[in-house]
Nanobody, 123 residues
């Protein structure tokens, strides 16, 4: 049974950093994408970062490129999202997802999802 458990969310001021973790069990990373998505109040869920091929390829949404970094620790079965220079518009529930394909940044391309972790950025 595949399980994804996010952690690391919280409340921070603009300009600060957070690192999200997604502990994965029962899943083989190879051959599929893993990604981070977020959903702000009143908005659709958006893909912001993804990794493919065990970490060899990464993809980012324009809104987070140069500020966020996705990484995969295969030994620890954990997906990370390092978030720097946070902005109030980054406030959202953040989800990790597994077994993705295609563009790797569309939510309908993924099969497994975590429960989400809240990130709140104040100005």
């Amino acid at each position: 049974q595949v399980q994804l458990v996010e952690s690391g969310g919280g409340s921070v001021q603009a300009g600060k950093t957070l690192r999200l973790s997604c502990a994965v069990s029962g899943y083989n990373f190879r051959g599929y994408c893993m990604g981070w998505f977020r959903q702000a109040p009143g908005k659709e869920r958006e893909g912001i970062a993804a990794v493919f091929g065990g970490g060899f390829s990464t993809y980012y949404a324009d809104s987070v490129e140069d500020r966020f970094t996705i990484s995969l620790d295969n030994a620890k079965n954990t997906l990370y999202l390092q978030m720097n220079s946070l902005k109030p518009e980054d406030t959202a529930i953040y989800y990790c997802a597994a077994q993705g394909h295609g563009t790797c940044l569309a939510d309908n391309e993924y099969k497994y999802w975590g429960q989400g972790t809240q990130v709140t950025v104040s100005s």
